[in-house]
DNA sequence: TTACGTTACTGACACGAGCAAGTTACACGT
DNA sequence: ACGTGTAACTTGCTCGTGTCAGTAACGTAA
């Protein structure tokens, strides 16, 4: 029964209730440590706590301490396929379970300098999938920022946690088309810059994997997401010996495959695809797309765990991130 | 050069900068209503502020205010295609042109009560795609909220603007079929619940335009994301008579497109097709599916419009929302 | 007894900004 | 000269917390 004139229940209402100070309470309710309190005050002020439905506000929380328990990601501003959107919702889960709230902030950073951003938010951390320059990690920092996270980005980044999963992927394409008796492989490269953060890392694990297997260099062509741009890449590929390709990722895949039935190629007799991310779309394709998935709750509990050991000041575990990508075998390779 | 020792810079900083008190900085930033400064004040005030870099704490003015300047964005559990991601990308863009800041916050509810959400960030408004409570709108209202949304939910909510835009979605399909001479329509429903709020309000608009155009009501049948259980309902509609069907979405559609195949049918002739949303893979697919685009910057810049004259107590304008959904006209339909 | 330590608290300040109420200084009318 | 009005400020309180520095009560040892 909230009334809609009640005023918010400040910790002044529970120590009041509790017949304590205010002081005492904020002890109580954050287990300060090296403070002694008796048990029969400690429960006095948590039964007063919960009957009066008290909940600090973090407004105030965020003033007194200079830091909020905010943890801000700033979304790239192409659009974020289903993978990604998981990958947040698993990593809020995971960072709710202590007590972090996860939000997102979506949008190209012109829209707003994001100094402006974390301003307003004041976050324990933040995550971005791009880079962030020293200067802007420097002012973060001063601002009270706790962590500061390029996911991706140049290789003198300090941390760049989604890098390793990336090339997984993109060696683990090409580990499959080798074992399949493919030695000449061709790589499509999506048409849009914006993901250049994503497809390059995912080339690169290719790349590996290809050296690795003793077969040459991939052949990297762009296929733009439509059926007539792509076939000239898929004719090219074929006269050069290609007989597989590895495509950035489903989108990529099914262009290829639109490509080659314009040329009149069939898969995977004359060539054979590969995609990452298994969108729903893929195991509809025809031939069904075979593809390779991420397990996104794992990298997002890797993430959280990151997260919070930076935040609370503790050595960062080194990731075990063996066994997180997987190839899901369909028709198309 | 942002020393890391530096701490914040505060309004006090550029009170003294400028050689007035920090009420005068206060006044002159936010142009304060009946406050009048002269002329040579108040850009003294803005040099010294703009020189020091000056940005107010967030947390600060939130506690004093009772309100921040963030707009909260609760994601529905289901996985966000792209087409809901772009909507935030403008909805954010579009907030952020007056000052107010989008985040999201994806997730299934169930991780953390959502009180605790809405106390953690004290925002101006909480937009979300289910409905809530009459208790939790109640209670968000007393904490300071200055508007809440269900965007989608049941039909006795006070404001659901995504409605009347996905209603349009499932009309316009229902209506270009009609107009290509089907009078024998059926309507692919998703397999996964948890999309029924976005759902119920499509095959709203196909009864629509069915009863409208003097046609049968649509014949609906679940059509799960696999081609071997999607062949037995497109068998069943075309035992039926059914010529066509619009599909709840483009994966949907593609799904029927697959399992047309099992069953040896071919679109459009033995059954036309038409989907929503115009994802990359609609135009792969084969045959090229047609879809129903929503014009998503427009959406967004209404939402945003909407939020803001709450936020400021304006009475809210109807919206203009005629043309915001088409037809991109491929080979399917 | 005094000195000292521990337990279990309380009082008061600070964080940074907004805003009501008070204070000059000056112009204007009578 | 004196009130009145207004432009152009400043002083000081407030929002709700975390936390440092007390302090009273109660031992306990010398």
């Keep these: 029964m909230t009334d809609s004139t009640t005023r918010r229940v400040t910790s002044a209402d529970v120590a009041k209730r509790a017949g304590v100070s205010r002081a005492t309470v904020s002890y109580v309710l954050n287990d300060t440590p090296h403070q002694t309190i008796s048990a ?3 429960s006095r002020v948590i ?45 809020s889960t995971e960072l709710a379970r202590s007590g972090l709230t996860f939000v997102a902030h979506p949008g190209s950073q012109a829209d707003r300098p994001i100094a402006d951003l974390w301003k307003a938010i004041t976050p324990a951390a933040v995550l971005a999938f791009t880079d962030f320059t020293p200067a802007e990690i ?9 962590l500061v996270v390029g996911l991706l980005g140049r290789s003198d980044s300090p941390r760049r946690e989604l890098e390793v999963p990336q090339q997984r992927v993109g060696r683990l394409q090409a580990e499959h088309l080798i074992a399949a008796g493919h030695t000449v492989i061709g790589y499509a490269y999506p048409d849009d810059d914006r993901v250049r953060i994503f497809a390059e890392p995912r080339l690169e694990g290719t790349r590996t994997a290809c050296a690795a297997g003793g077969v040459a260099e ?31 990722n489903d989108d990529v895949a099914m262009a290829v495959l639109a490509g080659m039935r314009r040329v009149g190629l069939r ?15 893929a ?51």
Tied chains: 1, 2.
Excluded: F
């Design 47 to 91: 039964e007063a706590a919960t009957s009066l439905g008290y909940a600090p506000s973090a407004a105030a929380r965020a003033l007194r301490t200079g830091r909020s328990d905010v943890v801000l990601c700033l979304l790239p501003d192409w659009p974020i396929g289903p993978e990604v959107g998981t990958l947040l919702g698993n990593l």
């Design 138 to 146: 420097n002012a973060m920092r001063a601002a009270g920022v706790a």
């Design 40 to 42: 029969g005050t400690r």
């Design 218 to 248: 991939p052949s990297v062509r762009i296929v733009p997401l439509d059926a007539d741009a792509a076939a000239p890449a898929v004719k090219a590929w074929h006269d050069e010996g290609v007989t597989a390709v590895c495509a950035y």
């Design 283 to 333: 195991r509809l394709a025809v031939p069904a797309l075979t593809t390779v998935t991420t397990d996104q709750a794992a990298v997002a509990a890797h993430l959280a765990t990151t997260v919070l050991a930076a935040i609370n000041g503790r050595p960062v575990a080194p990731g075990e991130l063996s066994g997180i990508v997987q190839v899901v075998r369909r028709e198309s390779a």
């Design 267 to 281: 898969a995977p007799a004359d060539l054979a695809v590969i995609g990452v991310d298994d969108i729903p779309a």
